[in-house]
Nanobody
Framework: VQLQASGGGLVQAGGSLRLSCAASGSIFSINAMGWYRQGAGKERELVAK???????VYADSVKGRFTVSRGNAAKTVYLQMNILQPEDTAVYYCYADLRRYPNSFGSTAYWGQGTQVTVSS
């Protein structure tokens, strides 16, 4: 299983970016997909996630500014980031909680390689 993330970059405060992540490989079902981030000297934190049923969860710091969504192919996840602030600067990691086979016991989290988001003031 591979998760390929893209869309990071440098943006001024108040700007927008859209991150994309596509999962590939042997996947039976995906329970949830989403995004974490890790700023310099900080712990990795949940930014947003969306379940197979469409339920979303957001970190308080991004509510009202970020939107997580799934693609029609269901193996993709997006993060629309608006009104970006310098404190949003971090490496953003996509993840997928999935089952690889029908008889898999439970699910496993897989991670993408990370994409840098830098917001200048």
């Amino acid at each position: 299983v591979q998760l390929q993330a893209s869309g990071g970059g440098l943006v001024q405060a108040g700007g927008s970016l859209r991150l994309s992540c596509a999962a590939s490989g042997s996947i039976f079902s995906i329970n949830a997909m989403g995004w974490y981030r890790q700023g310099a000297g900080k712990e990795r934190e949940l930014v947003a996630k969306i379940t197979n049923g469409g339920m979303t969860v957001y970190a308080d710091s991004v509510k009202g500014r970020f939107t997580v969504s799934r693609g029609n192919a269901a193996k993709t996840v997006y993060l629309q980031m608006n009104i970006l602030q310098p404190e949003d600067t971090a490496v953003y990691y996509c993840y997928a909680d999935l089952r690889r086979y029908p008889n898999s016991f439970g699910s496993t989290a897989y991670w993408g390689q990370g994409t840098q988001v830098t917001v200048s003031s």
